[in-house]
């Protein structure tokens, strides 16, 4: 018997140089100092894994190299993030669900009070921490979902998972930065590209 699980890979390329100012007007590169430039592509894709059994690191990174080679991934979706050297990247991939807050009114039967926004979806945080061959990541990843058609008086309930870790990788290296069986047995995986 097996399950599906989802796997999320981030494919981690060295985009070149870029020269930080070292003042207003100054635009020669001389003038500053060297900057490392990174894209971080994410792909999120289902994978069958045997039911009842957590799958070690090196199953989940063999699985995905083969069947990325093979060209059978399933791929969810697909996005990317540019980030500098210590400089945060973000990006949210998803949307905003509105909520009733407030407490419940006599006069009217309903809730009374305003409406705030949540979003869903998934959100993802890079901050590169150095620039040696061996770069240095801070990843966060933020999965949230809701519960299907929330009327409007009821509460909506939201799933949540969140996976970090600061990670040193060079290219051509691969590593699973964490899991969480919370949404179907989805992982992180990360992997240097040149």
């Known amino acids: 018997m097996h399950r599906l699980v989802m796997i999320l890979v981030a ?12 003042g207003r007007g100054s635009t020669a590169p001389s003038a500053g100092t060297p900057v490392r430039s ?14 009842g059994r957590v799958l070690r690191e090196e199953e989940i990174i063999r ?9 059978t ?12 050297e210590g400089t945060p990247a973000s990006l949210n991939h998803g949307g905003e669900k509105p909520i009733l807050i407030g407490s419940p009114s ?10 705030q926004y949540r979003s869903i979806g998934s959100k993802i945080d890079i901050r590169p921490l150095d620039s040696n061959e061996r770069p240095k990541f801070g990843i966060l990843y933020e999965s949230s979902g809701i519960e299907p058609d929330p009327t409007i008086t009821d509460t909506p309930i939201f799933t949540q998972m969140r996976l970090s870790s600061v990670i040193e990788i060079t290219q051509g290296e691969t590593a699973l930065l964490g899991s969480s069986r919370a949404f179907g ?10």
């Open 38 to 51: 990174y894209t971080v592509w994410l792909t999120e894709f289902r994978m069958a894994a045997p039911e």
């Open 11 to 22: 494919s981690v390329v060295v985009c070149g140089v870029v020269w930080a100012q070292a």
């Open 106 to 115: 006599n006069t009217e039967g309903g809730l009374r009070g305003n409406i």
């Open 185 to 194: 047995g989805r992982h992180v995986v990360v992997t240097v590209t040149e």
């Open 73 to 84: 991934l399933d791929i969810v979706h697909t996005f990317s993030v540019v980030a500098s």
């Open 63 to 71: 699985a995905y190299e083969k069947m990325n080679a093979d060209g």
